[in-house]
């Protein structure tokens, strides 16, 4: 743990580009055109809203517009690939710039999942004798295993989110509508120095807890009511991630078999993440302690995600989903039940994957009653 305002970890981008360039031969290409923007991110530094990274064998080219003249320059330096990685400032024939970093390479992967038909089109047009080969979940893979530098600002960003809640939980009490408790809680990690929300903030009160991606709303958060606070912050590029249900008073018996039933999934499927393990495994494992309480069909949907550049990444962990857990995945552990009309309880975590466990990065205490 570092507190924050201290330099964060060097993140390792240059490893990150030899790993991909190892990667050529399994996934049978001799170049890699890289367009989903995190992912250009990941192995350059580069932030913008335009950028294309051509990876070959030997080489990479980040091509961008003159808006990022001086910016691209400036991360790629601090990324510490400036030496690796040519610069193309092309604002008129983009394309051309591809087409000329991929010349004379006979396979070229591309992100089947993020590239458009349009520019799918475009690029078969162009990159004259270069077969194209839709590849999926290429860098997402290296993602999924955060580094050091990673790690440290997603807990520096969990951290944030945790001393927000600690400053303006005590507001539950003053009857705020859904939707100003969500501001207050963004401007709390906006004022300790987050560069915004993960994702909409999530304040579902009463009877609009069952709905799992509610909306905050005008509706006054009452005593006596279930609140579901779903939110993260963001910082450097990467997110938290957690949420706490809890009662503003004393809860009800139904309330509170409710909050033990999802936090005793949530602990049990928690205990269960470590290297190795199938993310069906830990899904089953919050399934089953909801299943014995009867709730199995109000839980429907996963129960975690990996998240680090975006919120929601590889690995998924839910029933439908393949894919092992392996040591520094961060993922989140977030079983839920809602019963329509009444409300509903989510308790959520992010988490570190060691080799014997895991460790969380979000601290907040999971107690009901507030
Ligand atoms: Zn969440
Ligand atoms: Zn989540």
């Not at 170049?31 to 990274?53: E, I």
């Not at 309480?293 to 590889?314: N, P, R, S």
Request: with cysteine.
């Amino acid at each position: 743990m570092t507190a924050t305002g201290l330099a964060p970890a060097v993140m390792d981008h240059a490893g990150r580009l030899a790993a991909l360039q190892r990667a050529f031969g399994t996934h049978g290409v001799d170049a890699f055109v890289v367009t989903n923007l995190l992912n250009v991110r990941y192995l350059s530094g580069f932030s913008g809203s335009n950028g294309v990274l051509v990876v070959t064998a030997e080489d990479a080219r980040l091509v961008t517009d003159g808006r990022y003249r001086e910016q691209a320059a400036i991360e790629l330096d601090e990324a510490g690939v400036a030496g690796l990685l040519e610069l193309t400032i092309e604002s008129l024939d983009f394309d051309g710039a591809l087409a000329a970093a991929v010349a004379g390479r006979a396979r070229v992967g591309l992100e089947a999942t993020t590239i458009t038909w349009a520019a799918q089109r475009r690029y078969a047009a162009r990159f004259v004798g270069s077969d194209l080969v839709p590849l999926t979940n290429v860098v997402e893979l290296l993602r999924a295993v955060k580094d050091a530098g990673e790690i440290e600002r997603i807990e520096r960003a969990a951290e944030i989110a945790d001393a927000a809640l600690v400053q303006t939980i005590g507001r539950l009490h003053g009857r705020p509508t859904e939707r100003d408790f969500a501001l207050t809680l963004e401007a709390a990690m906006r004022r300790m120095g987050a560069d915004g929300p993960s994702f909409d903030t999530i304040v579902a009160s009463g009877p609009n807890g069952a709905r799992p991606h509610a909306r905050p709303s005008a509706r006054r958060i009452e005593r006596g009511d279930l609140v579901v606070l779903d939110f993260g912050a963001k910082l450097g590029g990467y997110h938290s991630d957690m949420t706490r249900t809890v009662c503003v008073g004393p809860p009800s018996a139904q309330q509170r078999r409710l909050f033990e039933v999802v936090l005793a999934a949530h602990e049990t499927a928690r205990a269960g993440v470590r290297a190795g393990v199938a993310t069906k495994e830990i899904d089953a494992l919050a399934r089953g302690v909801i299943g014995e309480a009867g709730w199995a069909e109000q839980f429907d949907h996963g129960t975690g995600h990996g998240i680090g550049l975006a919120v929601h990444e590889y690995p998924i962990l839910s029933r439908a989903t393949p894919g092992t857990l392996e040591r520094d995945y961060v993922v989140t552990i977030e079983p839920g039940v809602y019963l329509p009309g009444l409300g509903g309880v989510r308790v959520e975590d992010t988490v570190v994957v060691g080799e014997s466990g895991c460790r969380s990065l979000t601290l907040f205490p999971k107690a009901l009653e507030v």
